[in-house]
Every structure is written in C-alpha cells, then in structure tokens.
C-alpha cells in the first residue's frame, strides 16, 4: 500500500471532510473508521453558513443543500410566562458568507454526502470496519485523530484536559411528528430555548418531520426512567401529544465543555471532538470542528508539498484553541441562562430582560496568533464571500490557495502564488477603511493594507 500523506482516524463528518479537503488537492489519505455503517440515529442538528462555505469548498454545497433546510429564523430565549429573553438572531437571504446563516440536518444524510465525495479521489482510501488499536499501525506521514472524546490518538500525545466547567445530563428525544397534527403544525419554526426553572427544554425543528426535544435532568429524576415514554411524554404536553409523532429516538447525555491543550506532537495532530467539546446551546458543537478541518488542511497540503515548513503545524492549535473558546465560553453563558433552576434567581434573571429582549448574533472571534500578521481585527477574521461580475461566488475563483483582494498591488509581494482578484470586497474593504487584504486558503485574513 505505501506511506500516505496523512491517516485519519474516524470517519464522522469532522473525518470526512478533512478527507475531502486533502483528496480535493490530490493527497494520499487512508482514513479508518471503526464502524462498517454510518451511525443511523440523529446526532448534530445545526450548523452556520461558515460550515456551508467550507462544504462549497469540496464542491458539497449543492448536494448538502437538497437534505438540509436553511433558516432565517433565529433562537428564542422564553421564560415560563412566555417572555422573549434573548434572540440569536437569524439572516434573511444569503448571509456574510454567501450561504443562509442556519441550517438543520439529518447527521446520517450529511455523512453519507461528505462519504460520497471522498469516492470522488482515486488517492483516498476508506477502510471501514478497522478498529486501530495502536497509532503505530499506521504508515503515514501524518496521523489526524478524528477519533472522538474518547481518541486513541489523544491518548497516545497526552494532552491536557481544560474543564470549562459545564457537565449537565439532558434527555435528548428525537421525534419524527404527523405533518398534518395541529399541533404539529402550531409549533414554531425557530428553535425554542425554554428557560423554566421548573424543567428547562429545548425545543429544534430540524426539518421535514423530525422535532427534537432536549429536556434537562433535574434532582430526583431517575435517569434509567427517563427515556420511556410514558415518563417524558407529559413533560411535553404543553407542545404535543403521544398520537403526534413517532419517536426516533430517546438517550440521555451529559453536555460537557471542556478542551485539551496539546493537539499536535511531532506527526500526530487532533480534530474535533477529540480536542474540544461544546454545550449544544449555541448550535456550534460540529461546526467547530469543521473549522478544524478547513484550517489544518490547507496547511498539511503546504507542508507535504514543500512550499511551507513542518512548524506551519504548530500554527494550528495557537489559532484554533482561542477561537473555539470564544464559542464555548458563549454556549456556556447561554446555558446558565436557560439551566437556571432556583425560582427566585430565575424570577431575578427575567426581571433583568424585562426591558425587552437582547439581540445577539454568532460571535466572528479572531483566530490567535500563527500564520497571519500580529494585528487587530480583521486580520485573522474571516473574510466575507461576494458574488463576482461574473456571477460566481468568491471562492469558485479562487479555490484551496491564497488571494488578494482589493488594491492587489499592495499586497502581491507577500504572497507570489496568490490569486489576484483586484476590486473585490470593495464595500467591506471600504467600511473597515482598508485598500486591500490577503485571504489564506480557508478565507481567514493573514493581513491587510
């Protein structure tokens, strides 16, 4: 079989998009997953019009976009008496990135896409159905542990474990619901963050049937109980009715929010839920690892082909690490918000918003320090996808390498292979008073004229 450029362990979609990326620019990649089928019950619900511009980078987008609904609805912060607390706000039309801002899926359906493309290079090799028991079984240049919260690859660099302090069981119930219940009907299309202190709840609309419900765990339930139904069905009476839908799905998880320090050790690096694990109340659990994903791969290409040295790598974790934090730390302050089961600090809460709802947006936080200039933003934010005078969206023109935007003389000495696209992004470039930026191969900006 022969050295490959890079192995990647565990084939989930954080595995199978880096996959895509590196076979996209003609590396060798074995990626093993320990299952021989794709996981068949629904995990992740949501990401961010970011995580659809990476998949337009695969040439995914279209595809992903036929079994995912796009939102322009936000996320509704409501206490018991109904009060809207706090909106994430949703994006009408295309958004920054060209693409909605929210969308809803089936994991089994996206897998099965992100596999598909992986058929697409004759030098990417799935093997499913191979448990790795050791990372020295593999022979590659680079190893990525895709592997989980329990990573093998993990285990074998030793990182440290960050708690950021969230560890809270919930009931996750998964429901397929009757298309013609008025009940059904009368759900909302934005997702439900139900802060009662009596039984605080989630409530998504993922699309086509599929609702979920996460319902949190409180003092004196039985967690072995939990998951029948005649135990969780009047705890979601205020919505529905057991002769409303079918259950897919009912399991109980601690959300947790914890990172590692030490994702790389000489040709072992990790991706995903292997370095970092996000409380769902933000949507942003999968889509951080997807930016692990966009963000190592173009580096691993640069460095197996020689064009940038192995320390590129080094690069990773110091950017990654801070943003993803940004994300965590917000998803875990939206969890205090809703997790908040003392009556009177909750009464106290809902007095603090009496004056009307806060409006927030996902964060846009800086990348830290690596392969970019030591500025303040934008440098290191990533950069906005117009449409062309061609019609094309950005990125078509541009594809896995660097480009100028702007006045492209400025800037055409730091980068020699750059794609030179002068005049785009003319509007942004003139709100943040600048002549001209340059976009590395995921879009973040490594510096500005």
Same mark, same amino acid.
């Given at each position: 079989m022969g050295k490959a450029d890079v192995a990647i362990l565990g084939c989930g979609p954080v595995g199978a998009l880096l996959g895509n990326l590196l076979g996209q620019v003609?590396?060798?990649?074995?990626?093993?997953?320990?299952?021989?089928?794709?996981?068949?019950?629904?995990?992740?619900?949501?990401?961010?019009?970011?995580?659809?511009?990476i998949f337009q980078s695969v040439g995914?987008?279209?595809?992903?976009?036929?079994?995912?609904?796009?939102?322009?609805?936000?996320?509704?912060?409501?206490?018991?008496?109904?009060?809207?607390?706090?909106?994430?706000?949703?994006?009408?039309?295309?958004?920054?990135?060209?693409?909605?801002?929210?969308?809803?899926?089936?994991?089994?359906?996206?897998?099965?896409?992100?596999?598909?493309?992986?058929?697409?290079?004759?030098?990417?090799?799935v093997h499913l159905g191979r448990e790795i028991a050791d990372v020295d079984e593999l022979d590659a240049r680079y190893v990525v542990g895709c592997d989980g919260a329990r990573s093998l690859v993990r285990r074998a660099i030793g990182s440290r474990q960050r708690d950021l302090g969230l560890h809270q069981p919930w009931l996750v119930v998964d429901l397929l619901c009757d298309p013609a219940s008025p009940r059904v009907r009368a759900l909302p299309d934005?997702?439900?963050?139900?802060?009662?202190?009596?039984?605080?709840?989630?409530?998504?609309?993922v699309g086509g049937p599929r609702r979920r419900w996460e319902i949190m765990l409180m003092p004196g339930d039985d967690s072995a109980r939990l998951t029948?139904?005649?135990?969780?069905?009047?705890m979601m009476s205020r919505w529905l009715e057991p002769e409303d839908a079918v259950l897919e799905r009912a399991a109980v998880y601690t959300f947790h929010s914890?990172?590692?320090?030490?994702?790389?050790?000489?040709?072992?690096?990790?991706?995903?839920?292997?370095?970092?694990?996000?409380p769902p109340f933000l949507g942003q659990g999968m889509c951080a690892g997807m930016r692990d &994903?966009?963000?190592?791969?173009?580096?691993? @290409? *640069?460095?197996?082909?020689?064009?940038?040295?192995? #320390?590129?790598?080094? +690069?990773?974790?110091?950017?990654?690490?801070?943003?993803?934090?940004?994300?965590?730390?917000?998803?875990?302050?939206?969890? &205090?918000?809703?997790?908040?089961?003392?009556? @009177? *600090?909750?009464?106290?809460?809902?007095?603090?918003? #009496?004056?009307?709802? +806060?409006l927030f947006d996902f964060p846009q936080p800086q990348i830290g320090p690596g392969e970019r200039d030591d500025a303040p933003p934008p440098v290191g934010t990533i950069f906005p996808q117009p449409r062309l005078a061609d019609g094309r969206l950005m990125d078509? #023109?541009?594809?896995?390498?660097?480009?100028?935007?702007?006045?492209?003389?400025?800037l055409a000495s730091r980068q020699a292979e750059a794609v030179l696209l002068p005049g785009v992004g003319a509007d942004w470039l003139a709100r943040h008073g600048l002549r001209a930026a340059l976009l590395r191969p995921d879009r973040y900006i490594a510096a500005v004229a």
């Open positions: 003609g590396l060798r990649v074995d990626i093993f997953e320990r299952e021989r089928e794709i996981h068949a019950l629904p995990r992740a619900v949501h990401f961010d019009g970011e995580v659809m511009r995914l987008a279209e595809r992903v976009a036929q079994v995912t609904r796009s939102s322009s609805q936000g996320m509704h912060f409501i206490n018991a008496d109904g009060q809207t607390l706090m909106v994430r706000r949703g994006i009408d039309g295309p958004g920054p990135h060209g693409w909605a801002g929210n969308w809803y899926f089936h994991q089994p359906d996206l897998e099965a896409i992100l596999r598909d493309g992986l058929a697409r290079f004759p030098d990417v090799t934005y997702t439900i963050q139900l802060c009662d202190p009596g039984r605080p709840m989630t409530v998504v609309n029948e139904p005649e135990v969780f069905w009047p914890v990172v590692q320090e030490g994702w790389r050790t000489g040709r072992l690096l990790l991706a995903g839920d292997a370095c970092h694990q996000t &994903a966009s963000n190592l791969a173009w580096k691993l @290409a *640069a460095v197996l082909r020689g064009s940038a040295p192995d #320390a590129l790598l080094d +690069t990773y974790e110091s950017e990654r690490l801070p943003h993803v934090r940004t994300f965590i730390d917000l998803a875990v302050k939206l969890g &205090a918000v809703l997790q908040e089961t003392d009556p @009177a *600090a909750a009464a106290q809460r809902d007095r603090r918003f #009496a004056a009307g709802a +806060t078509e #023109a541009i594809g896995q390498r660097f480009a100028i935007v702007g006045e492209t003389a400025l």
